[in-house]
């Protein structure tokens, strides 16, 4: 059964960086799209970035295209989320999703997911 943590979240000041990591374990990742979801209080989750198998294929949100990137380590089992001038409106909980099929940004296709961690964009 394939699982889900990621990591790296925290608290940053307006302009920063973080760099997000989800781990999987269970199973490899090699054949699975990773997708970054979001969840700010009051709203709906949001689908950030998706990266295909393979990491040929990537999918931003119009909000952080130019500001993340997200890339894959299938050697190490982990998918990464840089995350560069960040804002407030970055804040949320952050959730990585892992699913059999193509990069979508939406988060229905999705069978697994992790357990969320807090980013939170401050001064």
């Known amino acids: 059964q394939l699982q889900l943590v990621e990591s790296g979240g925290g608290l940053v000041q307006p302009g920063g960086s973080l760099r997000l990591s989800c781990a999987a374990s269970?199973?490899?990742?090699?054949?699975?799209?990773i997708g970054w979801f979001r969840q700010a209080p009051g709203k709906e989750r949001e689908g950030v970035s998706c990266i295909h198998a393979g990491g040929d294929i990537t999918n931003y949100a119009d909000s952080v295209q130019g500001r993340f990137i997200i890339s894959r380590d299938d050697a190490k089992n982990m998918v990464y989320l840089q995350m560069n001038s960040l804002k407030p409106e970055d804040t949320a909980v952050y959730y990585c999703a892992a699913d059999i099929g193509a990069c979508s940004r939406y988060a229905y296709p999705y069978d697994w997911w992790g357990q969320g961690i807090q980013v939170t964009v401050s001064s």
């Open positions: 269970g199973s490899t990742l090699d054949y699975y799209t």
